[in-house]
């Protein structure tokens, strides 16, 4: 490391010592998203110009989701759980009938649940539409830490399209549940290769029941030559379709 590189990165550590200490608010967030104090230049921009003032920049960071959420807009800074204030289950809503969602982008998780040490989290996303469904993407990769945390998402009565990887550490513990069971909905759930990436997908995929119409749609939208391997069960309950090249 240059004197130059060193000097900021100093500069930096003590910026986030300094702010994080005048400011309760921005300690609790900087703490609940895993940067910390010593790291706060993982979340700002700081730059010290000729006269030697000081300009800070926030970059967006992921929203911590709470018991009770409900998304009714894209989110490209993606969703997380598992900070130092965990609760046992956060169950929530995404909600697209003011118009499509996404949420994270490409290099950025759309959830991110990591292994928390004080408690296990079950996370249980219900994609719905109250009146007229618009479609939700996610179009990061969806990543589950090593532990007993969960992710579990429910489709219930809109299409979900996967544009990233769906990482499970230890196996087993995410499951896509698609279609609501009692209205029996015709649905689709499509994994798309969107950023020309070989996408791998390690999560249980089903139908609610074997009144839902459902199709599970494989896209290389992008025009490549790329691969999507499923690691888990497909058919949980049984899919109707598969469709291949859409």
Do not use: C, Y
Not at 116 to 137: E, I, K, M, Y
């Amino acid at each position: 490391m240059s004197a130059n590189d060193h000097s900021m990165a100093l500069r930096n550590k003590l910026l986030g010592g300094v702010l994080a200490r005048r400011s309760p608010r921005l300690r609790r967030s900087l703490w609940r998203s895993g940067v910390g104090e010593a790291g706060l230049a993982l979340a700002l921009t700081v730059a010290v110009g000729a006269a030697g003032s000081l300009t800070v920049s926030h970059h967006a960071l992921a929203a911590e989701l709470d018991d009770g959420f409900n998304i009714t807009a894209t989110d490209t800074a993606g969703l997380t759980e598992g900070g130092a204030e965990a609760e046992t289950a956060v169950t929530g809503t995404i909600d697209s009938t003011a118009g499509a969602i996404t949420l994270g982008a490409d290099g950025t998780p759309s959830l991110a649940v990591a292994n928390d040490a004080n408690t296990t989290v079950a996370v249980t996303l219900n994609v719905t539409a109250g009146v007229t469904p618009s479609g939700v993407t996610f179009a990061g990769d969806i990543t589950l830490a090593t532990g007993d945390e969960t992710i579990t998402i429910n489709a219930t009565d809109d299409n979900i399209t996967l544009q990233g990887n769906v990482t499970d550490a230890d196996g087993g513990g995410i499951d896509f549940n698609i279609g609501s069971g009692a209205a029996d909905p015709t649905l689709t759930m499509t994994v798309d290769t969107a950023f020309a990436e070989d996408l791998v997908i390690n999560a249980k995929i089903g139908a609610v029941d074997a009144g839902d119409t459902i199709t599970l749609a494989v896209d290389n939208s992008q025009g490549g030559a790329n691969t999507v391997t499923f690691e888990q069960a497909i058919g949980t309950t049984a899919i109707d379709t598969v469709l291949l090249g859409v």
